[in-house]
């Protein structure tokens, strides 16, 4: 059984690791039972590629400000855990976070119906909701990080999106086991590409050297600054044109800091599926990986990142962290100083007048992408957490 809030199918667009990670069990011969949400008035549930999708009307938008999406955390939790014990024949849970209150349901389903647990973590929470000033209350906070780790504590074991986050873990519950299965590049869907002509036209961007963001459109993504570097480009007078696809609670600040600034190298793109996202990869030039200057972010395992790597871009990002540590050491990207919008001029000059040096840093992305990430090679280490025999769900 795997409880993630925010499963998402291929056709549908967003992230898809929860739906690779079912479809890893599937090849395995497994049956994922996924207990899922949706903004619907009815719950219902559906067969799909093996995997059996139970949606429960739970209502959630990337716009909700932070009490509304703990409301909707909330109403999950207790959804999810009533309809666990109509589950038959379920040997293990896998429950996705964020938010951390799906280890609730977990523990709670664990308590009540004596099905064990394993835990993924993808960001760490309490503390980026902390960092972030969104939890300020001394005791609130002791409560959270309380929170955190009993639901650790409590897990078979816990799965790691990246490797400063398997230390944290570890660091918190000393001998627990950890695996680290950060999120996957779909080399077979997102591959390098010519750029098509049409694309171009339908896009506006022909002869440009195009950066794109592709993703959640949050406070905690900080794209003011990929605006600042849009911005300082036009000011320079260089042929780069940005593109930010998404959609979130900083949409509209974004477009009025365009309107008002009269930017007009930066188009917004509305949220798209999977097809409209390799669409905008066929005519970028690079992946802009964003986020605001905060430690706890740089943590974390962007699905934009790997996205990029598959099909063969320029990474450019504006944090540190494990991330920059390996595009530096892999030749697949730049990082910018996220005090400086100027600095992204500098850094994107030689990229723009030595074609071939964009190009060996393409195929060192596609490189990595194939030996590193590749949704093959960690649907595989995947499965065999689940080798226990008798874990058939």
Same mark, same amino acid.
């Given at each position: 059984?795997?409880?993630?809030?925010?499963?998402?199918?291929?056709?549908?667009?967003?992230?898809?690791?929860?739906?690779?990670?079912?479809?890893?069990?599937?090849?395995?011969?497994?049956?994922? &039972?996924?207990?899922?949400?949706?903004?619907?008035?009815?719950?219902?549930?559906?067969?799909?590629?093996?995997?059996? =999708?139970?949606?429960?009307?739970?209502?959630?938008?990337?716009?909700?400000?932070?009490?509304?999406?703990?409301?909707?955390?909330?109403?999950? &939790?207790?959804?999810? !855990?009533?309809?666990?014990?109509?589950?038959?024949?379920?040997? &293990?849970?896998?429950?996705?976070?964020?938010?951390?209150?799906?280890?609730?349901?977990? %523990?709670?389903?664990?308590?009540?119906?004596? =099905?064990?647990?394993?835990?993924?973590?993808?960001?760490?929470?309490?503390?980026?909701? =902390? %960092?972030?000033?969104? *939890?300020?209350?001394? $005791?609130? /906070?002791?409560?959270?990080?309380?929170?955190? #780790?009993? =639901?650790?504590? +409590?897990?078979?074991?816990?799965?790691?999106?990246?490797?400063?986050?398997?230390?944290?873990?570890?660091?918190?519950?000393?001998?627990? #086991?950890?695996?680290?299965?950060?999120?996957?590049?779909?080399?077979?869907?997102?591959?390098?590409?010519?750029?098509?002509?049409?694309?171009?036209? /339908?896009?506006?961007?022909?002869?440009?050297? *195009?950066?794109?963001?592709?993703?959640?459109?949050?406070?905690?993504?900080?794209?003011?600054?990929?605006?600042?570097?849009?911005?300082?480009?036009?000011?320079?007078?260089?042929?780069?044109?940005?593109?930010?696809?998404?959609?979130?609670?900083?949409?509209?600040?974004?477009?009025?800091?365009?309107?008002?600034?009269?930017?007009?190298?930066?188009?917004?793109?509305?949220? %798209?599926?999977?097809?409209?996202?390799?669409?905008?990869?066929?005519?970028?030039?690079?992946?802009?990986?964003?986020?605001?200057? !905060?430690?706890?972010?740089?943590?974390? +395992?962007?699905? /934009?990142?790997?996205?990029?790597?598959?099909?063969?871009?320029?990474? *450019?990002?504006?944090?540190?962290?494990?991330?920059?540590?390996?595009?530096?050491?892999?030749?697949?990207?730049?990082?910018?100083?996220?005090?400086?919008?100027?600095?992204?001029?500098? #850094?994107?000059?030689?990229?723009?007048?030595?074609?071939?040096?964009?190009?060996?840093?393409?195929?060192?992305?596609?490189?990595?992408?194939?030996?590193?990430?590749?949704?093959?090679?960690?649907?595989?280490?995947?499965?065999?957490? $689940?080798?226990?025999?008798?874990?058939?769900?």
């Amino acid at each position: 059984m795997i409880l993630h809030q925010h499963f998402n199918l291929p056709h549908e667009g967003g992230p898809l690791r929860s739906y690779f990670l079912a479809k890893a069990l599937v090849t395995g011969g497994l049956t994922p &039972v996924v207990i899922t949400s949706r903004s619907e008035e009815r719950y219902r549930s559906e067969i799909y590629e093996g995997i059996e =999708i139970h949606y429960l009307p739970v209502a959630y938008n990337n716009r909700f400000g932070f009490r509304e999406r703990s409301v909707s955390f909330i109403r999950y &939790v207790w959804k999810a !855990i009533r309809l666990a014990g109509k589950l038959r024949d379920v040997k &293990v849970c896998y429950a996705i976070s964020v938010p951390l209150t799906v280890g609730l349901a977990a %523990q709670s389903i664990r308590l009540l119906y004596k =099905i064990p647990y394993i835990f993924e973590v993808g960001d760490l929470w309490p503390e980026a909701p =902390i %960092q972030m000033g969104f *939890v300020r209350n001394y $005791f609130f /906070k002791r409560m959270l990080f309380a929170l955190e #780790k009993s =639901i650790y504590n +409590s897990a078979l074991s816990i799965v790691a999106l990246s490797p400063p986050i398997r230390s944290a873990i570890e660091n918190k519950v000393p001998g627990k #086991k950890v695996y680290m299965i950060p999120n996957m590049a779909d080399t077979e869907f997102f591959k390098p590409e010519e750029k098509e002509g049409r694309l171009e036209v /339908k896009y506006n961007v022909g002869k440009k050297f *195009v950066v794109s963001y592709i993703g959640a459109v949050g406070l905690a993504n900080g794209l003011e600054f990929f605006v600042d570097c849009a911005r300082a480009s036009q000011v320079a007078g260089i042929p780069v044109h940005f593109l930010l696809c998404g959609d979130g609670a900083m949409v509209d600040p974004l477009q009025e800091i365009l309107r008002r600034d009269n930017i007009s190298n930066l188009t917004f793109i509305p949220f %798209q599926n999977r097809a409209g996202v390799r669409e905008i990869m066929n005519i970028s030039d690079a992946i802009f990986v964003c986020y605001k200057t !905060i430690p706890v972010l740089e943590t974390g +395992s962007p699905n /934009k990142y790997f996205d990029g790597l598959a099909a063969g871009k320029l990474i *450019v990002i504006n944090f540190g962290g494990w991330i920059a540590k390996e595009i530096m050491e892999n030749r697949c990207g730049v990082c910018v100083d996220p005090a400086d919008p100027g600095d992204f001029i500098i #850094k994107i000059q030689p990229f723009l007048h030595q074609p071939e040096m964009l190009r060996e840093y393409q195929r060192a992305s596609r490189d990595l992408a194939l030996s590193r990430y590749s949704r093959d090679m960690l649907g595989e280490t995947y499965r065999g957490i $689940f080798n226990t025999p008798g874990r058939d769900r």
